[in-house]
């Protein structure tokens, strides 16, 4: 590997979401002489992300006091707000929102397309002297004496047998004194990083949610911006945690969405095609009828919270954002939180910096003195109370939670289950008829996928590993029947020859990073790692 | 010999475009944009040209917006020496562009202007072709192998049905087509040190030419939509099909 080039940062960070962006103002902010180099594996920065979003801007107000005069793409200040239960047929409109669901009050916060704030957020960080280079990933951890040095992007031009095509250009080290893994949730080289440092011991197995979006474009007399729908119930029965929203903002668009717990049990589930058929539910249908479907995607988010955070820093190094797992999951918002995180990491490592610590350690204490602690702390019980009681019991407990023990409750919940293992065999799940896409409306998932301009170089090496080819057999068809298939929500598995001899076939052009397979794979046989740099959805402005 | 290589910057050719509601243009506010690809293989040749020392150096020129020195970058990275950039409005027409690259020609004296055969947003196919009338240079189009024998330069073309090679004297202008190479990758080291390499800005008006638009365009639309396919279960279905709906047999 001595054909590599090297370069030398006092912090690199991996991932340019909220998070990473975060952390490289506030480093240069604090310390305007240190080098900070940020790569994203996106073609550029905004390519990969995937949020609802509604914004809370507090670490924002913190991190830039002024960003109102800058031009933000922050626009639309929620309006109105509802949240329904669904029956198959009704909706039923939940009273009193801001007492039931506090966590859902979203006076004060603002309906965004987060690509676009993280482009926004990353000129920012440009003017402000970081080096941003998107369309590179990084592909390998570098450890030497047992501290993390940097990382090394991925090699280009590597033929699908694994061969030096004629392109072939090398990856580079970027050596760092402090590595940042900002990758969002379930990140390949934090990944890694846990597995070398045995950074979950003692903590819950996280947990995750998979959402499945789509933006519209509708006319101009049916938007109302600002609006702001949830729902949960139908058509998720009891056991399964998830739900709806949609969104008004923008320019006559709209985000909409479904989020579906990764502890699901029953094999037959399509988290794509729940998204879809909600879209026909009488309380959604209306909003889609007469508009213009134009952009596509997933992404996994981590629910765990408090209980599934896993230790923060390690020699050279700290894990932020959805990457350890920030997200407050009953507000189901991550974006301040992965930003505030990002701050306090880059303080910790200015401390670092200027002590010449080997660990930024004082991040995890930063944190624990912070209101992203207070937040997640009250909010700990909600999710868990869902994966062991049921929705219905659940939204009991989380109004309990709210209105009486106001999120201070003496006890915490635990997840007893990695979301892998809650997966029932395909003769106890009882099968799911899902309609028929009607075009309007509804979609399948090939003219889905489209819309969200995937692509990877054609000849480069399958990065969806599937480490034990006769074991997908055994565990993924025999018993589940392939979930893969179903919950993949860009069609990248497929199962041929069903009747005679299945293989697994995977169409792994089609990727979207929605990093789904990592998670639910029973056997944990499915290993994501970064394709080329630049591969993947090139999700376009109101994403 | 010096070589100058205009590049385009263009809606990136992985994004599916949408007409705008209006149907005034094509949506392109927020969308990825990146170098016209047959930019990209016009760039990789010029350079190869430079490291094989049939030229001495490669100029990337690009003319539009502020941004389009992104493009300009990513041609440096790939190996041109320096870059220019002309501030003009975004997508300026062909014509326009060829006199703006006329100016430079007559400023920077190549002997090749190297460009695509036309750019993926609006596959005009027309500025190389104007330049060299403007020019009065000698032009190879659609070049599928470019060589420099004795002073010249033989251009391989390809024609329907198979290829034409002309040879040209020089200075000229050549446009590349798709088989011509394979770009390079914009590697990060090289990303890295294209910082360092010089780049001018010009306005177009400093080149004392008229760009005013003298093409309208009337209305733009999406192609229309593929009915979804049928599955038949016999050939007698599939004649009746075709005699009673399709009504071609
Ligand atoms: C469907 C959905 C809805 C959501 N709704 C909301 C909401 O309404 N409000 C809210 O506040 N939050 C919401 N969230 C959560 C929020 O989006 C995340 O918490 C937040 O984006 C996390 O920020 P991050 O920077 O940690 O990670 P991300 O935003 O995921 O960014 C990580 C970045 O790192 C890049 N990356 C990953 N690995 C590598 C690598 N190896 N090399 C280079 N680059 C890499 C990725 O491409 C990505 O750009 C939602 C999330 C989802 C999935
Ligand atoms: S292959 Fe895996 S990461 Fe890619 S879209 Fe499918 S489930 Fe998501």
Redesign the interface.
């Given at each position: 590997m001595s054909e590599r080039?090297a370069?030398d940062f006092d912090v690199v960070i991996v991932g340019g979401g909220p998070a990473g962006l975060a952390a490289a103002i506030r480093m240069r902010q604090l310390a305007p002489e240190a080098t900070v180099c940020l790569i994203e594996k996106g073609?550029?920065i905004g390519?990969h992300i995937v949020s609802g979003a509604v914004i809370e801007p507090r670490a924002l107000e913190e991190l830039l006091p002024d960003w109102r005069d800058l031009d933000s793409p922050i626009q639309t200040a929620v309006s109105e707000e509802e949240m329904y239960f669904l029956t198959e047929t009704k909706g039923h409109r939940i009273p009193a929102l801001d007492r039931v669901m506090p966590h859902l009050a979203n006076h004060g916060n603002y309906v965004v397309s987060l690509g676009?704030v993280c482009r926004w957020l990353a000129t920012r960080a440009e003017e402000m002297g970081v080096?941003i280079?998107p369309g590179?990933a990084g592909a390998e951890v570098l450890i030497e004496n047992n501290r993390v040095v940097g990382v090394a992007?991925g090699d280009?031009?590597i033929t699908r047998e694994g061969e030096h095509g004629?392109?072939y250009?090398?990856?580079?080290e970027l050596r760092a004194k402090y590595t940042l893994f900002a990758e969002g949730c379930r990140g390949s080289l934090t990944k890694r990083v846990m597995a070398h440092y045995d950074l979950r011991k003692g903590v819950d197995p996280q947990t995750y949610g998979l959402g499945v979006k789509e933006v519209w474009?509708i006319p101009p007399e049916k938007h109302r911006p600002g609006l702001v729908m949830h729902s949960f119930g139908w058509p998720l029965d009891d056991r399964t945690y998830g739900g709806a929203w949609l969104y008004h903002f923008g320019e006559n668009l709209v985000s909409y969405g479904f989020v579906t717990g990764l502890d699901y049990e029953n094999t037959w589930l399509s988290p794509f095609d729940e998204m879809q058929r909600t879209k026909l539910h009488p309380v959604f249908r209306p909003h889609f009828e007469g508009g213009r479907r134009?952009i596509y995607g997933a992404r996994a988010l981590s629910e765990g919270g408090l209980q599934s955070i896993p230790r923060l820093t390690f020699p050279g190094g700290a894990l932020i954002g959805d990457s350890a797992g920030f997200l407050n999951t009953p507000k189901i918002k991550g974006t301040h939180t992965a930003m505030k995180s990002g701050m306090l990491a880059a303080e910790a490592v200015v401390e670092a910096l200027a002590t010449d610590r080997v660990e930024p350690g004082s991040f995890t204490q930063r944190v624990r003195t912070s209101w992203l602690y207070e937040e997640l702390k009250s909010a700990r019980n909600v999710r868990p109370a869902f994966a062991r009681w049921g929705m219905k019991a659940g939204a009991l407990y989380a109004g309990f939670d709210a209105m009486v023990l106001r999120g201070k409750a003496p006890w915490t919940l635990h997840f007893r289950h990695s979301d892998n293992e809650t997966l029932q065999p395909a003769s106890l799940s009882e099968p799911i008829s899902y309609p028929k896409p009607d075009?309007t409306v509804t979609f399948d998932k090939l003219s889905s996928v489209?819309?969200s301009?995937?692509?990877h170089a054609e000849d480069q090496p399958v990065h969806l590993h599937v480490e034990n080819m006769p074991l997908w057999k055994t565990v993924n068809w025999d018993v589940f029947r392939s979930p893969e298939s179903r919950y993949c929500p860009a069609g990248v598995y497929e199962v041929a020859s069903q009747e005679t001899d299945p293989r697994l076939v995977i169409n792994a052009q089609n990727c979207v990073h929605c990093k789904t397979c990592d998670i639910k794979d029973p056997a944990q046989n499915i290993d994501w790692v970064t394709p080329e740099g630049g591969g993947g959805p090139?999700y376009?402005?109101?994403m | 010999m010096k070589i100058l290589v205009p590049v385009k910057r263009v809606v990136?050719y992985?994004?599916?475009v949408?007409v705008k509601?209006d149907g005034t243009g094509v949506e392109t506010?927020?969308?990825?944009m990146?170098m016209n690809p047959f930019d990209e293989i016009t760039v990789e040749e010029a350079v190869r040209l430079r490291e094989k020392g049939a030229a001495t150096e490669v100029i990337a020129v690009s003319i539009g917006v502020q941004q389009a020195q992104d493009t300009l970058r990513t041609a440096l990275a790939m190996g041109a020496d320096r870059a220019i950039l002309v501030l003009s409005e975004e997508s300026p027409e062909p014509l326009a562009v060829a006199k703006i690259l006329k100016a430079l020609v007559e400023r920077e004296k190549p002997e090749l202007v190297f460009l695509g055969k036309q750019a993926i947003d609006d596959d005009m196919n027309a500025t190389g072709q104007m330049l060299a009338g403007l020019l009065g240079w000698p032009q190879g189009t659609f070049a599928s192998k470019v060589e420099l024998v004795d002073g010249r330069l033989e251009v391989a073309r390809e024609i329907d049905g198979g290829t034409e090679t002309v040879s040209l004297t020089l200075p000229a202008i050549v446009t590349a087509d798709l088989r011509l190479n394979?770009?390079?990758?914009a590697?990060?080291?090289n990303?890295?040190k294209a910082k360092k390499k010089p780049m001018e800005t010009l306005q177009a008006d400093d080149l004392g030419v008229d760009t005013t638009r003298r093409l309208t365009t009337v209305s733009v639309s999406e192609p229309p939509t593929r009915k979804?396919g049928v599955k038949l279960n016999s050939v007698a279905e599939l004649v009746e099909k075709l005699r009673n709906e399709a009504k071609v047999i």
């Open positions: 080039e370069m073609s550029e390519a676009e080096e280079y590179f992007t280009m031009g004629p392109n250009a090398p990856g580079m474009e134009l075009g489209f819309l301009n995937t692509n090139n376009p402005a109101g | 990136d992985n994004i599916k949408r509601s506010a927020g969308l990825k990146s394979e770009p390079r990758y590697s990060l080291p990303i890295m979804a």
